[in-house]
């Protein structure tokens, strides 16, 4: 069993209530999407998406009584796409937790809310289904914890086979979060998508200025008896910081009973799991203020001899095995005058992260997106991944470090230059830019020690011919007839086996 120390959602659902911001960090995002002002929900401010997404379609739904946030919308029509992505700028290394909110609203004239994906970095996150919720007149959100791996974040949304109408989303909220949150995960292999997030026993929704991090935690109760906290509890000390706010109630059972309780409520996939359960003593502080229990998760231990105090306590269990409804007991020690007790709890499904593609990759096809007046319209999140998702035009090769092997844009009327940094793109095989309407020099190229074919026909390249063509060992073809280009073909690119035009 997985180590547990001491100190996921599918999706959440949520009715129509206002959305929350975390700290005023200037690596925090608040996004109203197909919103043109912007708008002001409480004490936080949501920006308009139009400087983060340029495809798409946006609409206002006239449904009376919605809240302003969910009351807008983008959809995305472009068919020709092979995602559709939001990109942050963030710090490398930083932790960030990213929350996607969707309310259908029948914006297509349907009454069914279109199936599709939505990808974090290069990694398929979930499936966005929020038929239950919209029909249950409510709006879906889902969480994911993940890593910054370079300078930029991306979330985007794609196509699936069941997606039958437009992918559409309400709102995006990323927000940083300190290095001690949720620490014992490798966020290196791992993002952590939300299971859920619970305050046992409360009625009350708890998010922001509750909790500085922008999480949500939702009520939980069941039939086990409810008590209030007499004693306040400062969660500094706490890796994960919970909200002081978790704390005011607590599910507890009588003397000697063993407390169980069936958490989260529906049934998980088989998967592995980060847990993270909060505790605290309730009765007002004395010298007798403690009590002492062990801890199962499916008959499995989870902690031994847990001493709650009124100091509040914490543990975490990494990679748990989980499947089907989950149990979590609690065992009264046998000389304890008072039972077990529960106050909170999160709980997050491990989704292995796809891999990344190589930054100097990334950094150079960014650059080279920059360069073109008119790239195609899903040139934006991570070139490479997922594989299905992967840029028009650009093939990636399938090994531990993803790297670009090709770029096919053969008369697709982009207008722009190439920049030198192509040269970084040093595993490319194929590139194929013929029939477009590229203009400025040739970059050198030397460092394409694995290209094989260079097609650069019918465009307005102008300048000489780099020299150093000739020095690409396997080069086979160069295609740069119809140009407005200078001088004479190299001689070093007189060779057998290159076929030149």
């Known amino acids: 069993m997985s180590l547990v120390i001491i100190f996921l959602l599918w999706f959440f659902s949520s009715p129509f209530f206002a959305l ?41 739904l006239k449904q009376p009584g919605l809240l302003p946030i969910l009351s807008t919308l983008r959809f995305f029509t472009e068919l020709q796409a092979r995602k559709y992505c939001y990109v942050f700028n963030v710090t490398q290394g930083d932790k960030y937790l990213v929350r996607t909110t969707y309310y259908y ?22 499936i966005v289904d929020t038929a239950e919720d919209f029909a249950n007149g409510l709006s879906s959100y889902y969480e994911v914890v993940v890593a910054a791996v370079g300078n930029s974040l991306s979330v ?12 559409f989303i309400s709102a995006i909220e990323l927000s940083k979060l300190d290095d001690s949150l949720y620490n014992t995960t490798d966020l290196n292999k791992f993002a952590l998508s939300s299971i859920a997030r619970s ?28 008590e209030e906290n007499k004693n306040k509890v400062n969660t500094e000390d706490f890796w994960n910081k919970p909200p002081a706010k978790a704390f005011f109630s607590s599910i507890t059972t009588t003397k000697g009973k063993p407390l169980q309780i069936q958490w989260p409520p529906g049934p998980l996939p088989n998967s592995r799991y980060y ?43 990494n990679e748990w095995p989980l499947w ?31 891999g990344t593609t190589f930054p100097r990759d990334v950094a150079a096809m960014e650059e080279l997106a ?33 790297r670009v092997v090709s770029i096919d844009l053969k008369g697709f009327e982009i207008s722009g230059t190439l920049p030198e940094s192509i040269g970084n793109l040093t595993a490319l095989k194929h590139l194929r830019l013929g029939g477009n309407k590229l203009w400025g020099q040739i970059p050198e190229m030397k460092t394409l020690t694995a290209l ?50």
């Not at 919103?35 to 409480?42: I, Q």
């Not at 985007?156 to 992918?167: G, M, V």
């Not at 073109?372 to 090769?397: A, Y």
């Open 324 to 354: 089907g409804q989950t149990n979590i007991t609690m065992t009264p020690r046998n000389d304890m005058p008072v039972g077990p007790i529960i106050s909170a709890g999160e709980i997050f499904q491990l989704l292995p992260l796809a």
């Open 199 to 226: 305050s046992f026993g409360d009625d009350a929704r708890i998010s922001f200025p509750d909790d500085l991090f922008n999480r949500k935690w939702n009520s939980f109760k069941d039939l086990n008896p409810v």
């Open 20 to 60: 929350s911001q975390p700290t005023t960090s200037p690596q925090d995002f608040l996004l109203s999407c197909g919103d043109t002002v912007g708008l002001t929900t409480g004490r936080l401010k949501f920006l308009p998406d139009k400087d983060f997404q340029s495809l798409g379609n946006t609409t206002t």
């Open 275 to 317: 847990i993270a359960l909060y505790f605290q003593e309730n009765r007002a502080p004395s010298p007798e203020s403690w009590r002492v229990f062990n801890v199962s998760v499916n008959g499995n231990t989870f902690f031994k001899d847990l001493n709650v105090t009124t100091n509040g306590v914490a543990v975490c269990g």
């Open 452 to 501: 094989e074919t260079l097609h650069l026909e019918n465009n307005q390249f102008e300048g000489w011919i780099p020299q150093t063509l000739s020095q690409l060992p396997i080069l086979r073809e160069i295609f740069l007839q119809n140009n407005n280009l200078d001088g004479q073909i190299p001689d070093g690119l007189w060779k057998p086996g290159l076929n030149i035009q």
């Open 105 to 126: 609203g029948g914006f297509d004239g349907g009454t069914q809310p279109p199936v599709f994906d939505q990808i974090i970095g290069g990694t398929k996150w979930s």
């Open 156 to 167: 985007c949304l794609a196509r699936n086979n069941s997606t039958t109408s437009h992918p």
């Open 370 to 402: 920059k360069h073109f007046k008119n790239p195609p319209i899903d040139w934006n999140g991570d070139p490479c991944l997922p594989w299905e998702n992967s840029w028009t035009g650009v093939t990636c090769n399938k090994s531990k470090h993803t």
